[in-house]
T-cell receptor, first 112, second 112 residues
Framework: KAGVTQTPRYLIKTRGQQVTLSCSPI?????VSWYQQTPGQGLQFLFE???????NKGNFPGRFSGRQFSNSRSEMNVSTLELGDSALYLC???????????FGDGTRLSIL | AQSVAQPEDQVNVAEGNPLTVKCTYS??????LFWYVQYPNRGLQFLLK??????LVKGSYGFEAEFNKSQTSFHLKKPSALVSDSALYFC??????????FGTGTRLQVFP
């Protein structure tokens, strides 16, 4: 099976812009989670989607949003970008509640 | 609140020697624990998990972890380290809302 695919791998934006990141989960996985990884804050949970519904949400401002489509693919949107949004954004999918999450290679977002 | 601590920022070990990467946790209820590894410019790779059962869990690439309830620890071990094991290792616990809480990571450096 193909792994979790995230596009694009690298992205450069300027402050105030918005960005959309994409994630295709492993085939058959209906749960998709997003994480932000920074040197200062480490790995932080953003949200989780299951069957097109947000099931869980981390402690991030409303500028961070996401959605999931009927084929389980997910997108994450960040509006009004700030310098502090520079990070590696990781997507993960899992088959079931007791199964491990499998991660993509991430999208590295740089804000100038 | 659920939390995970990785007390060592870096662990250095000679190739062929055993390695241990430490993790302690704080949870209410039964812990669901995970170890992941991250190589440069890559996402997280799942190594092993503990949900219930034997305290010694065997995982990928020769890694294992020992669950110790009395010491609230879940240390990662490998009998003989390889240079290719050099990477960033994360311990994680699943909290009561079903999201993963990660430790700050431990950089493992294996010297030839």
């Amino acid at each position: 099976k193909a792994g979790v695919t995230q596009t694009p791998r690298y992205l450069i934006k300027t402050r105030g812009q918005q960005v959309t990141l994409s994630c295709s989960p492993i085939s058959g996985h209906r749960s998709v989670s997003w994480y932000q990884q920074t040197p200062g804050q480490g790995l932080q949970f953003l949200f989780e989607y299951f069957s097109e519904t947000q099931r869980n949400k981390g402690n991030f401002p409303g500028r961070f949003s996401g959605r999931q489509f009927s084929n389980s693919r997910s997108e994450m949107n960040v509006s009004t970008l700030e310098l502090g949004d520079s990070a590696l954004y990781l997507c993960a999918s899992r088959e079931g509640r007791d199964q491990p999450q499998h991660f993509g290679d991430g999208t590295r977002l740089s804000i100038l | 609140a659920q939390s995970v601590a990785q007390p060592e920022d870096q662990v250095n070990v000679a190739e062929g020697n055993p390695l241990t990467v430490k993790c302690t946790y704080s949870v209410s209820g039964n812990p669901y624990l995970f170890w992941y590894v991250q190589y440069p410019n890559r996402g997280l790779q799942f190594l092993l998990k503990y949900i219930t059962g034997d305290n010694l869990v065997k995982g990928s690439y020769g890694f294992e972890a020992e669950f110790n309830k009395s010491q609230t620890s879940f240390h990662l071990k490998k009998p003989s380290a390889l240079v290719s094991d050099s990477a960033l290792y994360f311990c994680a616990v699943r909290d009561k809302t079903d999201k993963l809480i990660f430790g700050t990571g431990t950089r493992l450096q294996v010297f030839p």
